[in-house]
Nanobody, 126 residues
Framework: QVQLVESGGGLVQTGGSLRLSCAAS????????MGWFRQAPGKDREFVAG????????YYADSVKGRFTVSKHNAKYTVYLQMNSLKHEDTAVYYC???????????????????WGQGTQVTVSS
C-alpha cells in the first residue's frame, strides 16, 4: 500500500521558517518525481516545488523561488520542503505527491501525480 505522510506544518509568524517532511512507502519511487502542492481556502491547488528522485532535478513556482528549498533523503525515502521568509499568502494546506518521471511532472499539473498525502496545514500569521 502506497503511503505519503506529511508532517511539520504549524503556525508561524511572518518571516519565520518551517520544514515539511514527506515520508514515502509502499513502492519503489526511484522512477518518480516528488512534488509539493498547496491549497488555500477558496483557491485552486497549486504546484510549489518538485524534485526528481533519480537525478535530483528541482523545479519551483515563481512565488517561492529563493525562499523555499526542496530536498530528499534517499535512504529514508523522505522529501523535505524548507520554507523560509514565510508570508501570510503562504498559508495553505500543503500536500506531497508523486508523479512518474515519464510525465511532465515539472510543469506542476496535478493530474500527472498518482499518489497524494493527506496534507499538513501551514498558517503564517501577519
Amino acid at each position: 500500500q502506497v503511503q505519503l505522510v506529511e508532517s511539520g506544518g504549524g503556525l508561524v509568524q511572518t518571516g519565520g521558517s518551517l520544514r515539511l517532511s514527506c515520508a514515502a512507502s509502499g513502492r519503489n519511487f526511484r522512477t518518480y518525481a516528488m512534488g509539493w502542492f498547496r491549497q488555500a481556502p477558496g483557491k485552486d491547488r497549486e504546484f510549489v516545488a518538485g524534485i526528481s528522485w533519480s537525478d535530483s532535478t528541482k523545479y519551483y513556482a515563481d512565488s517561492v523561488k529563493g525562499r523555499f528549498t526542496v530536498s530528499k533523503h534517499n535512504a529514508k525515502y523522505t522529501v523535505y520542503l524548507q520554507m523560509n521568509s514565510l508570508k501570510h499568502e503562504d498559508t495553505a494546506v500543503y500536500y506531497c505527491a508523486a508523479a512518474p518521471l515519464s510525465t511532465t511532472w515539472y510543469e506542476g499539473d496535478a493530474y500527472d501525480y498518482d499518489y497524494w498525502g493527506q496534507g499538513t496545514q501551514v498558517t503564517v500569521s501577519s
